[in-house]
Each structure stands twice: as C-alpha cells, then as structure tokens.
C-alpha cells in the first residue's frame, strides 16, 4: 500500500510502503486528527516507523502501490 503525506510548510511529500489495510491508514490518520496533541504514526513495509505531528499535516493519499513499467513500449 502506498500512502503519500504532504506536510505543511515542506516542499517535498512523504511517500511511506505499507503492508497495512488501507482501513487501518485511515483510523490512524483519523485517530491522530481528533487527539489533542496526535502525532500520525505509520510503520513501512521495512518495520520503520514514520512519526508526524497530526497539526502539520496538509494531506493523506492512500493508495494501491502501482507496478512500475520500464522501457518504450509499456502502455
């Protein structure tokens, strides 16, 4: 599962790989949201975790990891 996290006042997004349930991204975003001082915790495919302060998100995309294609003739 692929989740893209835009962060506020950062150029660059965060893209994390998660073998999460796109279910289980969403109540935690949803979770950090609503706490008073939340902090988005998400664990990559690696087992590393990725920790960001809930009032600092601008966005969440969560999305199916794509297989990438190589070479002239993929379409």
Do not use: C, T, W
């Not at 601008?58 to 993929?74: K, N, T």
């Amino acid at each position: 599962m692929e989740v893209k996290i835009g962060v506020q006042h950062v150029a660059r997004e965060l893209i994390v790989e998660s073998a999460q349930a796109p279910e289980e991204i969403e109540a935690a975003v949803n979770a950090a949201l609503q706490a008073e001082d939340g902090v988005l915790a998400l664990a990559d495919e690696r087992g590393r975790k990725l920790l960001v302060p809930a009032n600092r998100l601008a966005y969440v995309e969560i999305g199916e990891q794509m297989e990438r294609r190589v070479g002239f003739g993929a379409m």
